[in-house]
Structure formats: C-alpha cells, structure tokens
C-alpha cells in the first residue's frame, strides 16, 4: 500500500507536469479565490497560491509560495511550501553562478536523502529534514521545488529579538546541534561507505554512487581563495594600523602570513575522520521549530540544502553559533553545547557501527582553526552587507522586479546598469 508521502509525490507531480504549473504560480499568487486546474488521476482541482518570502526567512535566491489545493468538492487540502528561481534578476543570475543551487538543493532531497535513510536502517537517529513532494530542474522557468509545508505541521522559524536581532536561546540552540549531529553522523557513514584506499598510492578515493556524483562538483565555497580574500585583508590591516589598534594589526597580519593555509578549500582529505556532508548554510532561517504546550522547543525540521558540499562538521556549527546566537550564549554555554554535539555524534555512530578514533579535545582544536576562516568569511560578508551604496543598488533592484526575460539593461538611478551590477556581485 503506498504511504501518504508517496500519494502526495503522486498527486503534485500529476498537477504540476499536466498543467505545467510552475511559469504561473506568480500571476495565480493574486487571485484570492484560486484557480482550477484539470488533471486525470483526480479530476478538477482548486489551486490556491500565497506568497511567502517574507514569512519563511528572506532566501534571496528564491521566490517562495504556499499552495494549498482541493479535489473537486473535496474539504480536505493538500498544502505545500515552493521555491522557485527568482524574478528579480540580480538574485537569478547569482542563483545560477552560484554553481546552480538548484539543481543541487534537489539532488540532495532526490537522490541523497534516500541514501541517507537506507544507511540508517532501523537505528533510531531522527532524520530531521522536511519532505520533497516534487522537483524539476531542467530550465529556469520551470525549475522549482516542492517541499511539505512544515507551518501546517505547526513548525515555525524561532523569533527572539529581545537583543534586537533574530536570534536562537538555549532550548533552541541544544537542539538545533542534536539535530546536526543526527544528520552529520549518516552523511558520515555514508562517505565511509564510499571511500576506497588506493592499493599504489594509499590515497583515499571516492567512489560515489551515481545518484551523488553532484557531490565530486564545486559549491560555491570550495572557489573561495586566498586571492580573493588577499585584498580585503590588506584593507583590515591599513584600517586597524590607523585607529591605533596594534593588537588587531599584528594578528591580521599573521593571518595574512597563513593566508593560504587558512583558505585551503575542505576536501575528504582535509576534514580527516570528521568529514560529512554539510548542510552549508545551517542558520536560523533555515531551521523550523515546533513548540510544546509550554512553548518550549520539542522538535526541528532543517530547510535549505542549496549549499550542502563535503567539510567539516564546524564548518556548519561555526556559521549556526555566529550567526544565530548572541555572544552572551556563546561565552556561557558554547563549549558545553559543542561537547553535547559530539557526545551525540558519537553516539550516532556506533549505532551505526562506525568507531570514531577522534576525541573532544582534538575537536577543539578544530574549533580554533576554522575560525580563522570563519572570522575572514564573516567579516568580508558583513563588510559587503554594511556597504550602503552596495545595500542601496540591491535595494533598487529588487523593487524593481524587472522581468527575467527583458533583453534591455534597466538603469538604476545612478548606479548604472543590472549588467554593471550583476558584475560587482561577481567581482
């Protein structure tokens, strides 16, 4: 008997293929009554489109829709959560040089997750990812995700702004690193499952399964070198030489000394034992909370793999600490949340019969040296966000929304060009 997961599979893609639904789900985000659309397996049914990029997290490199649609006179809705390639076209141009996040966010929901599930077995390691109800990727137009819409399962995003951010507390942060362990550990022992000891030179070699070979593909963080940082660096050192801060000048400057060391891209080689497969962009907006009676934190759905690539777990336990906690949290409760982290870990894997020669200590060592990488990515990321002439040109953009076909470059204000633009975001 098919599962309710497969019979949802099987009605979206019969509604979105037969009416090749997507190229229209932004006109229909307007008609408040909903539209109905014919298919053969289930007759007439109502579609009804909201917008809501706004709701679930600002991904800039995608339009996010709820769809909710009914059979006939059938009462009882099916709902959905979709992301489809932006209409403004600085986003869909960093969408596809970005190494087409699209295509790879849907590989991992089609083609990794299940491998991931048949590692697991019959261990009980919750596997907290939201499901894929329906894909494409074949052009831009049609190109879009279909994942379940986690808000009618009662999930939402987390909102503390007690300190005047969107930040997680405590509650959320333990659980948002027993969530990662959990994922982190099959990732692990599926690379494990993978990996081969060349006989002539001892080195280790990948042997991925087909339905993974998106993984050999660069993401965009593994083209991040010392070239490119290299500037921006001499930038902080010039700065902090001329407000008289000696201390930060000498540090940057031994940095600059370890540059390429520090920018070494992660590879299986480089992450040791520890290599998985990262979420990549593991931050409050792409994390969903569901809440007991007592409004306390009881379970996560992870959203958001358009970044998944090879490395080492810090690398998603650094972003999620900077970005979504406040230092207050981090000085009192980051070791002890790190320890719970790689307790659960290593738990997860010897359920899985994996022994993990590796220990706490030798994690935190780790910790340190990923911050190197993690501080110059921060900073030059929120050196281009506090950029006022950079933020305006983008805010222009957006506002706009010129359409992804016009073959004519739009002029904004006295900015120049989308065309000049779009270079500086390349640049």
């Keep these: ?27 229909m985000a307007d008609e408040t009554d909903g539209v109905y659309f014919p298919t053969l397996d289930y007759g ?12 679930l997290g600002d991904i800039i ?12 006179n059938d009462t009882k809705s099916r709902t959905g959560f979709i992301k489809m390639f932006p209409l403004n076209s600085i986003m869909r141009e960093l969408a596809l040089i970005t190494c087409d996040v699209y295509k790879r966010e849907i590989a991992v929901y089609r083609n990794l997750f299940p491998l991931l599930l048949e590692i697991r077995g019959d261990c009980p390691i919750p596997f907290d990812v939201s499901k ?7 052009d831009d137009e049609s ?30 942060a333990r659980l948002a690193v027993i969530s990662l362990a959990h994922y982190h550990s099959l990732t692990m022992k599926a690379l494990r499952s993978w990996v081969e000891v060349s006989s002539t030179t001892g080195e280790l070699m990948i042997n991925y399964p087909d339905e993974v070979k998106f993984l ?37 400057k031994q940095l600059q000394g370890n540059l390429s060391e520090i920018t070494k891209p992660e590879t299986l080689e480089s992450a040791g034992q520890m290599a998985c497969i990262l979420h990549g962009d593991y931050m409050i907006n792409n994390m ?21 690539r090879i490395g080492h777990p810090m690398s998603d336990l650094l972003l999620f600490f900077y970005s979504s906690t406040v230092r207050e949290l981090r000085e009192k409760h980051i070791k002890d949340l790190f320890r719970l982290y790689f307790l659960t870990l290593k738990d997860d894997l010897e359920l899985l019969d994996y022994s993990l020669q590796y220990t706490f200590e030798e994690f935190l060592v780790d910790y340190k040296q990923h911050s190197k990488m993690g501080y110059l990515m921060g900073s030059m990321v929120m050196t281009l966000l506090l950029d006022e002439s950079i933020a305006t040109k983008f805010k222009d953009s957006k506002d706009s929304q010129s359409s992804p076909k016009s073959d004519k470059p739009k002029v904004l204000a006295e900015y120049g060009t989308e065309d000049e633009i779009m270079n500086l975001v390349k640049n």
Excluded at 45 to 54: F, L, N, T
Excluded at 61 to 72: L, R, V
Aim: net charge negative.
């Design 132 to 138: 894929l109800y329906y894909s494409r990727s074949d």
């Design 1 to 27: 008997m098919a599962s309710n997961e497969d019979n949802n599979r099987h009605f979206w893609t019969a509604l979105f293929e037969e009416n090749n639904l997507t190229p229209q789900l932004r006109t």
């Design 44 to 55: 007439q049914v109502k579609v009804k489109v909201v917008g809501e990029s706004a709701v």
């Design 288 to 308: 969903m909370f569901q809440y007991d009676a007592d409004g306390h934190p009881s379970e996560l759905r992870m959203v958001d793999f358009q970044l998944a």
């Design 216 to 252: 050999e593909e660069k993401s965009c963080f593994n083209t991040v070198s010392s070239a490119m940082i290299k500037p921006w660096l001499r930038s902080m050192v010039n700065l902090t030489a001329k407000i008289q801060r000696p201390d930060l000048t000498e540090w940057l």
């Design 61 to 72: 490199m995608s339009d996010t829709f709820s769809i909710d649609a009914k059979e006939g």
């Design 143 to 172: 190109t879009c995700l279909m994942l379940e819409n986690l808000k009618t399962e009662g999930f939402r995003l987390p909102k503390d702004t007690t300190q005047g951010l969107e930040t997680i507390d405590f509650d959320h």
